[in-house]
């Protein structure tokens, strides 16, 4: 079973990577792939450019062989829909197996505004990570599909290869945002220790942010 981070990651911070080793372990997945994307579909577009983001995020993977960086969405040009990315990962990976979107809660809450949101659950399940003041979920067609699809124990999703839904809150609770961080930044105050040293190093010696 392998889970699929997507973000701006701008810049990647402990929120991202302890969330993503919290999945890796607590849902036995194999790899955590990490997928920049390169045009923001719903937000704005990331400040740093996307051979910064590639820097940071392969700065703050060092020596992490389990959490890996695929590009693929840097290298299309174009909206980065995630349904676009997760076919060509479900064509290279084969029909059989699991697949796990891992995301935020405020981003599970747009999701049935991303584009062909019901055919991503084919292709996907989707772990809903708890996030810190994280507010409940009041859409109704979005409590219909939790309803249809959410199950509660994660060993339920590796008895089908897509169509689960599970919110997970075993992920340790990261107040820590990469808005908070940039805010930080452009403040004159460091963000030490809500990320790792070597992306703050790249976001130095880049002049990010400022
Ligand atoms: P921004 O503040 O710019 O919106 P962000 O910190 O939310 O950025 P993204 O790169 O947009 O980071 O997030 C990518 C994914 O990681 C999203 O699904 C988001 O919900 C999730 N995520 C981000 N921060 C955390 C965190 N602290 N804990 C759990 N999940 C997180």
Redesign the pocket.
């Known amino acids: 079973m392998i889970g699929i981070?997507?973000?701006?990651?701008?810049p990647?911070?402990?929120?991202?990577l302890?969330?993503a080793l919290n999945c890796l372990q607590g849902l036995s997945l194999t790899e955590v792939r990490m997928i920049p994307l390169n045009v923001a579909v719903h937000?704005p577009q990331?400040q740093a450019s996307a051979a910064q983001r590639m820097r940071m995020l392969q700065a703050a993977l060092v020596n992490q062989t389990d959490l890996t960086l695929d590009s693929r969405e840097l290298q299309r040009s174009g909206e980065s829909f995630s349904y676009d990315t997760l076919t060509a990962l479900r064509a290279e990976l084969g029909t059989d197996i699991p697949l796990c979107l891992?995301?935020?809660?405020?981003?599970?809450a747009n999701f049935l505004t991303w584009h062909r949101p019901y055919d991503i659950l084919e292709l996907v399940h989707l772990v809903v990570?708890?996030?810190?003041n994280d507010t409940s979920i009041t859409n109704s067609a979005l409590s219909a599909l939790l309803q249809k699809h959410g199950c509660s124990e994660h060993t339920v999703l590796n008895t089908a290869p897509a169509g689960r839904i599970l919110r997970y809150s075993q992920?340790t609770?990261?107040?820590?945002?990469?808005?908070?961080?940039?805010q930080l930044i452009a403040q004159g105050f460091s963000p030490r220790y809500l990320l790792p040293d070597a992306v703050l190093a790249v976001i130095e010696y880049e002049q990010l942010y400022r």
């Open positions: 981070l997507g973000g701006t990651f701008d990647i911070h402990f929120g991202h302890r969330s937000r990331p891992l995301l935020g809660t405020d981003a599970f990570m708890t996030r810190p992920a609770q990261l107040a820590i945002s990469s808005t908070q961080i940039r």
